[in-house]
């Protein structure tokens, strides 16, 4: 499986942003996927998942603000990332849950105050 997050910025406090996550290389329709950040000096976390049925999760920290959804015939994962704070600031990765070991390219956000 090959993961590429991409769609990340550079955003004011309160802005929007709605990276994507495009697979390649399995079945991904059947996947159980995930959004994961990692802020500098931080252990990576999982922000928001979404079973190949639709039903998704969130972090307490992001919830009511980030919108996790997945289009199986685009092999894509989306973000969609509303009222963004200065602690959203992270690079994101998308990968599978449990989370394969390679990684993939993630896609840098940073949010200013």
């Known amino acids: 499986v090959q993961l590429q997050a991409s769609g990340g910025g550079f955003v004011q406090a309160g802005g929007s942003l709605r990276p994507s996550c495009a697979a390649s290389?399995?079945?991904?329709?059947?996947?159980?996927m995930g959004w994961y950040r990692q802020a500098p000096g931080k252990q990576r976390e999982l922000v928001a998942d979404?079973?190949?049925?639709?039903?998704?999760n969130y972090a307490d920290s992001v919830k009511g603000r980030f919108a996790i959804s997945r289009d199986n015939l685009k092999r894509t994962v989306y973000l969609q990332m509303n009222n963004l704070k200065p602690e959203d600031t992270a690079v994101y990765y998308c990968?599978?849950?449990?989370?394969?070991?390679?990684w993939g390219r993630g896609t840098q956000l940073t949010v200013s105050s």
């Open positions: 979404i079973t190949s049925g639709g039903r998704t």
């Open positions: 990968n599978e849950l449990p989370p394969r070991d390679s």
């Open positions: 290389g399995s079945i991904f329709s059947i996947n159980y």
